[in-house]
């Protein structure tokens, strides 16, 4: 695949992002070593390595869920900025 202009426009387009002429042409030397070290290790043989699920072989350790200190409901509402005596004040963010 070729790195082009046209093609930065668009990933910076999709990423919502605003770029200067001598960044794109950062970007599309970048894009292009990129492209370059995945046509790299395309030539591996990897025909009989099994896929990597984890990185590594650790297991996670659960622990019981204690609680180790509890807060009153006073306390909870001690450092919002905006509250009344029951719950926190928050701007409305959805429409009827």
Avoid: C, Q, W
Avoid at 17 to 27: G, M, Q, R
Avoid at 53 to 70: A, L, P, Q
């Amino acid at each position: 695949m070729h790195i082009d202009k046209e093609t930065v426009d668009k990933v910076a387009n999709l990423a919502r992002l605003e770029l200067a002429e001598d960044e794109k042409i950062t970007l599309i030397e970048d894009m292009g070593k990129i492209l370059d070290f995945m046509d790299k290790l395309n030539e591996v043989d990897t025909s009989g390595v099994e896929p990597l699920v984890y990185m590594t072989d650790e297991i996670n350790v659960f622990r019981e869920d204690v609680i180790s200190h509890e807060i009153t409901h006073e306390e909870a509402l001690k450092n919002a900025p905006k509250h009344d005596d029951d719950y926190f004040l928050v701007a409305k963010v959805i429409e009827k």
